[in-house]
């Protein structure tokens, strides 16, 4: 998970949210981390591109992220690249180092990891950062700095 942020961080304009006990944001997402394209420092309207989760969700246990040493990666890539990367066989959402489609997200194109690894890692990073750069140039489309 720390290789994860530290590559996000060095990306230019990125802002990560990280919230823990005690901030202004609710409770269920204490420990997780949302990944913005934000060179201002100040959250975009919309979603961010890419977020960690570290726990279940009330509409989202199926990667059973409550079982100890499990957290999964949300990477928005587009349904295109989606397909790509998953096709149109069902796969487990609970597995781990395999690339799925979000279990509650993937009809908008997103995919998951659960704590990824030899397999995933390194095109796990590859995603993140193109969700940036998408990220990015959505911002510029709108005529925001970065």
Not at 93 to 100: E, G, H, L, Y
Not at 114 to 140: M, N, S
Request: overall charge negative; aromatic content about 6%.
């Amino acid at each position: 998970m720390e290789q994860i942020l530290e590559v996000a961080r060095s990306l230019p304009g990125v802002l990560v949210l990280s919230p823990t006990e005690g901030s202004e944001a609710p409770p269920i997402a204490w420990g997780d981390h949302f990944l913005y394209h934000a060179p201002d420092g100040v959250v975009p309207p919309g979603q961010p591109f890419a977020t960690i989760v570290t726990k279940d969700y009330p509409d989202d246990t199926a990667s059973r992220l409550d079982e100890p040493g499990r957290w999964r990666l949300n990477v928005h890539v587009g349904r295109a690249r989606l397909a790509e990367l998953v096709g149109d066989e069902p796969r487990d959402p609970a597995a781990v180092d395999t690339f799925v489609r979000h279990p509650v997200h993937g009809d908008q194109g997103w995919v998951s990891v659960v704590v990824p690894g030899e397999r995933t890692l390194a095109r796990a990073l590859d995603l993140v950062r193109e969700a940036h750069d998408a990220a990015r140039a959505r911002a510029a489309r709108r005529g925001a700095v970065g």
